[in-house]
T-cell receptor, first 113, second 111 residues
Framework: DGGITQSPKYLFRKEGQNVTLSCEQN?????MYWYRQDPGQGLRLIYY???????QKGDIAEGYSVSREKKESFPLTVTSAQKNPTAFYLC????????????FGQGTRLTVV | GNSVTQMEGPVTLSEEAFLTINCTYT??????LFWYVQYPGEGLQLLLK?????DKGSNKGFEATYRKETTSFHLEKGSVQVSDSAVYFC??????????FGSGTRLQVQP
């Protein structure tokens, strides 16, 4: 089945640690996105990539980093510089961005302990 | 910049009641508009979309019409079920940019 796979579903991080969230898609989509969702709030864009080896900052990129070395993969690293990382993280993909709809993964819930 | 405004929730309805969730947008140009639904602990699923003015998107009994004159894309359903309980997000897309989402509206349907 085609889709987007995020792993792990739950992740715990100690203060000062970097963690990497995985996002893989087999939909052959060019564009991929990372969003952050806080309780009772909407989605805020962290980073997006329209093509391999290229990505752009979204609205809340500080404290995060990404790479896009392969079309199907777009991992997100939450660095120690992110002061409030506890949130639900959603990865999405779409065909070349824009009019076509985005398809979402099941999300990763990150908790700082 | 582009933005989406949704009505505050939660919206609490009895089963078989009529549902309206308001959504208005601000954009330079003519965006595509979407409604997504999120069930607890899950990602978002596309519910319906409209890509130009006066288009009506529909799916699973839900409908929304793209109204350029009022910059709105209100979600409606004639008779809600308990299984419709979820969070609903309105979103817009312009060109090659990422989706811009509203803050979401939680719907609770009571039996």
């Amino acid at each position: 089945d085609g889709g987007i796979t995020q792993s792990p579903k739950y992740l715990f991080r100690k203060e000062g640690q970097n963690v990497t969230l995985s996002c893989e898609q087999n939909l052959n989509h060019d564009a991929m996105y990372w969003y952050r969702q806080d309780p009772g709030q909407g989605l805020r864009l962290i980073y997006y990539s329209q093509i391999v080896n290229d990505f752009q900052k979204g609205d809340i990129a500080e404290g995060y980093s990404v790479s896009r070395e392969k079309k199907e993969s777009f991992p997100l690293t939450v660095t120690s510089a992110q002061k409030n990382p506890t949130a639900f993280y959603l990865c999405a993909s779409s065909e070349a961005g824009g009019i076509t709809e985005a398809f979402f993964g099941q999300g990763t819930r990150l908790t700082v302990v | 910049g582009n933005s989406v405004t949704q009505m505050e929730g939660p919206v609490t309805l009895s089963e078989e009641a009529f549902l309206t969730i308001n959504c208005t947008y601000t954009a330079t140009g003519y965006p595509s508009l979407f409604w997504y639904v999120q069930y607890p602990g899950e990602g978002l699923q596309l519910l319906l979309k409209a890509t130009k003015a006066d288009d009506k998107g529909s799916n699973k009994g839900f409908e929304a019409t793209y109204r350029k004159e009022t910059t709105s894309f209100h979600l409606e359903k004639g008779s809600v079920q308990v299984s419709d309980s979820a969070v609903y997000f309105c979103a817009l897309s312009m060109g090659r940019r990422a989706l811009t989402f509203g803050s979401g509206t939680r719907l609770q349907v009571q039996p």
